[in-house]
């Protein structure tokens, strides 16, 4: 089993940006689907933004245009590059991996604190 380790939080101003950082290993970038969630206090987890095998990604609709996930596939790293944050933004944030051909994500990460402060 891989390991799945994020950095990257911190404190931001509305509208600062931040980029998290989720070292992936034992994960292959060609079978494994990477993804980011957050989950804030006293709320549901909530999936952020998707990448599959083939570097398609997905976003959820209060992030479009503002978020952007991608992979380094040479240093086996998924990021989160996030602009443009408000508030409704603060959560943990964590990476997580599921094989492509299977539903549910089985591996995650420890999880990164964002916390953005109007």
């Known amino acids: 089993q891989g390991q799945l380790v994020e950095s990257g939080g911190g404190s931001v101003e509305t509208g600062g940006s931040l980029r998290l950082s989720c070292a992936t290993s034992g994960y292959s970038s060609s079978t494994y689907c990477l993804a980011w969630f957050r989950q804030a206090p006293g709320k549901e987890r909530e999936g952020v933004a998707g990448?599959?095998?083939?570097?398609?990604?997905t976003y959820r609709d209060s992030v479009k245009g503002r978020f952007s996930i991608f992979k380094d596939n040479t240093k086996n790293i998924l990021y989160l590059q996030m602009n443009s944050l408000t508030p409704e933004d603060t959560a943990m944030y964590y990476c997580?991996?599921?094989?492509?051909?299977?539903?549910?994500?089985?591996?995650w990460g420890q999880g990164t604190q964002v916390t953005v402060s109007s």
């Open positions: 990448i599959n095998a083939n570097g398609e990604d």
């Open positions: 997580a991996a599921r094989r492509c051909y299977s539903a549910e994500y089985q591996y």
